[in-house]
């Protein structure tokens, strides 16, 4: 039987990923117009309004040179955020 995930939404730190942004775009504008993206819709994506899709993780990882091995690092770390009634699955 497989494991049950909580009915939450999961929300990801982008923090690794925005460090790399700033340390090599200087900002996330100008990251934006690299990735071909409009600046709201990185802005959404960082604070987990939207989700990155496929193709923007691999352009990510290509233009700030994040070895494909370690792409969990930058966009799959889960934000934990303790809430009333919430038991985490795993600690």
């Known amino acids: 039987?497989?494991?049950r995930l909580p009915n939450q939404k999961i929300t990801y730190?982008?923090?690794l990923l925005r460090m790399e942004i700033k340390n090599q775009?200087?900002?996330q504008?100008?990251?934006a117009d690299a990735?071909?993206?409009g600046r709201a819709s990185l802005t959404q994506k960082l604070n987990n309004h939207v989700k990155f899709n496929a193709d923007e993780i691999y352009r990510s990882c290509m233009l700030l040179h994040i070895d494909l091995n370690?792409?969990?690092l930058y966009f799959f770390q889960i934000a934990y955020e303790?809430?009333?009634g919430y038991i985490p699955?795993?600690?």
């Open 1 to 3: 039987m497989a494991a």
């Open 70 to 72: 370690h792409v969990a």
């Open 13 to 15: 730190n982008f923090n």
């Open 35 to 37: 990735l071909r993206i």
């Open 25 to 27: 775009y200087k900002t």
């Open 82 to 84: 303790e809430k009333p």
């Open 89 to 91: 699955l795993w600690k």
């Open 29 to 31: 504008n100008q990251f």
